[in-house]
């Protein structure tokens, strides 16, 4: 077998990724049922809410109420996506110990999604992570449309590179590369984490990956063999962009789970328990499963 990491990060995205594209309104309980119960799954990480503008995702627009109602079990951590020095405020005042960041690879994304340049969103980062230096609160980032823009197609993976290099020198602890239309191929990642790594150690990388055209596991297993660790997925396979027109589900966490026990890759999430968080989050939202570990376990299989 190829060389694969003997453990893997998940970084559970559910709650905030899956959530904020849902047309359904949850109720606030019902998101700190569903957070509490992937905690109680053993995950490292959840993302469990966005400090964003709640004009432009009103699904979120509780993140205080969730980062206060839910129960935080040690050895997990919280982060929640924050866009600029307001949001970064809310999310001290809500007690965040975790936030991330986000831009991306493309003009036209960056600019439908936050509303600004990519030099811009990286000014406008500086003074939040400052802020967040003050208050001992980690800062990852992400760079969306690293595998390709909604709006402008292929995305050169020296763009990448650069996005993803200023995030760094800015302070973040990690970057997310985001799939956020999911139309990235294994070759594609090869390409591009090639090229990463000569500049990044892996364990400054992520991936994250939208399966919207069923490539994610695919693409998961070669950042993988090119030695990436930390994994971001979506409990029930939820998520997707408002603002990258076409954007759907994540990776689903048990599917991922299900690929990496197989494969005697450590870790420590237990996947009938996400299965169950998934299911509770799932009858609220009226929807059926879109991960395949949950199809088959409702076949019967
Ligand atoms: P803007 O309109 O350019 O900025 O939005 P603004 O400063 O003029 O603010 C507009 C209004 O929002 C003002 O209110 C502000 O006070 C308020 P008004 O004066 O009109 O009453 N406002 C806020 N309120 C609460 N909290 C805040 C905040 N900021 C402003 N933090 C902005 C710019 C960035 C704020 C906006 O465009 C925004 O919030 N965008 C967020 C979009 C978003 O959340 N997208 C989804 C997440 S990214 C993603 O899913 C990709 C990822 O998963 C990776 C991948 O898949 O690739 C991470
Ligand atoms: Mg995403």
Redesign the pocket.
Known sequence: MANYPAKVNIYE?GPR?GL?NEKVTVPTQAKINYINLLSAAGLPYIEAT????????PQLGDASEVMSGIERRAGTRYPA????V??MQ?AIDAGVRDI?L?TAASESFTKA????TIQESLDNFKPVVEFAGEHDVRVRG?V???LGCPYEGAVPIQKVHQVTLALLDLGVWQV?L???IGVGTPNQVEDLLALLLKDVPAASLAV?F?DTRGTALANVLTALQMGISTVDASAGGLGG???APG?SGNLSTEDLLFMLNGMGIETGVDIDKVAAASQSILQVLGKPAASKYLQACVAGG
């Open positions: 995205v990724d904020q966005s400090f964003v503008s709640p004009k432009a995702v996506l924050v866009p600029n307001r949001g809310r991330a986000f999604n936050i509303n600004s992400y969306s449309s690293a997310s985001g799939d956020t994250h939208h962009c408002p603002y954007a």
